[in-house]
C-alpha cells in the first residue's frame, strides 16, 4: 500500500512517519482559530476532539489504512489510541507556544 495523501490541489504527498511530521501537519491545517481553542482546553478536555480533529487525523494520516510507521513511533498498535497520542503532542506544542495557556499539563494522562 502506498503512504499517500493528498494536499488541497489533489497532488500526493507523503503520510507523516513520527510525531513531530503529524504536528507539523496539523499546525498547516488546523486553522489559527481552532489552534488556540485547542490550545486552551484542559488535557481532560480533549477527549471532544476524538470525533471531529481525531477522526480527520485518523483518515488523512493513514492510522487505519497502512500508516504503519506513525502507529509504531506513538507506540500503539490501534488507530484511536495513536490518534490520541497525535492529538496530545498537537496540544503540548500548542501550548509551549502559547503565553495565555495554563500549564502544560492539567491532570494524570
Given at each position: 500500500m502506498t503512504?499517500?495523501?493528498?494536499?488541497?490541489?489533489g497532488n500526493p504527498r507523503q503520510w507523516p512517519d513520527s510525531i513531530e511530521a503529524?504536528?507539523?501537519?496539523?499546525?498547516?491545517?488546523?486553522?489559527?482559530?481552532?489552534?488556540?481553542?485547542?490550545?486552551?482546553l484542559p488535557l481532560v478536555g480533549l477527549i471532544e476532539l476524538h470525533f471531529d480533529l481525531g477522526a480527520w487525523i485518523r483518515c488523512t494520516f493513514g492510522l487505519s489504512t497502512g500508516n504503519d510507521e506513525l502507529l509504531e513511533a506513538t507506540g500503539c498498535r490501534q488507530p484511536n489510541d495513536a490518534c490520541d497520542v497525535v492529538i496530545e503532542a498537537f496540544w503540548a506544542a500548542l501550548r509551549a507556544d502559547s503565553p495565555n495557556a495554563a500549564t502544560p499539563v492539567d491532570g494524570p494522562s
Open positions: 503512504n499517500l495523501l493528498q494536499d488541497e490541489v503529524a504536528v507539523t501537519m496539523l499546525r498547516a491545517h488546523v486553522p489559527r482559530e481552532e489552534q488556540l481553542r485547542i490550545a486552551a
